[in-house]
């Protein structure tokens, strides 16, 4: 199975399980104090699936750059009168 086919099965699990605890606070109760655990702990994890599932949709897809196409025909060497060899100074001096 894939991620997301996991993923929408643990959110099937935890609807079910959200279902079952709201009949069980119907039944019990929504005072006392396990019940409220209970029903917190299903919220956290609904949260955390949530988080997982957003973690996941970010992992499956990562963005390729674009690819950019260089040409093989040689620069105009105009475009380097202005400038130094690097690390070799000015063309009309010498290095010391």
Do not use: F, K
């Not at 702990?41 to 949709?57: C, G, M, P, T, Y």
């Not at 690819?67 to 202005?82: E, G, K, Q």
Request: aromatic share 4%; net charge negative; proline share 4%.
């Amino acid at each position: 199975m894939s991620v997301y086919d996991e993923l929408t099965s643990v959110q099937r699990c935890l609807d079910d399980l959200y279902r079952s605890v709201g009949r069980l606070e119907q039944q019990i109760g929504s005072g006392g104090l396990d019940i409220r655990r209970v029903r917190t702990d299903a919220d956290h994890l609904r949260e955390s699936v949530a988080l997982l599932r957003e973690a996941a949709s970010v992992h499956a897809s990562p963005r390729r750059p674009d690819l950019v196409t260089i040409s093989d025909a040689p620069y105009d060497n105009t475009l380097w009168t202005d400038s130094d060899d690097e690390g070799l100074g000015a063309r009309d001096r010498h290095a010391p």
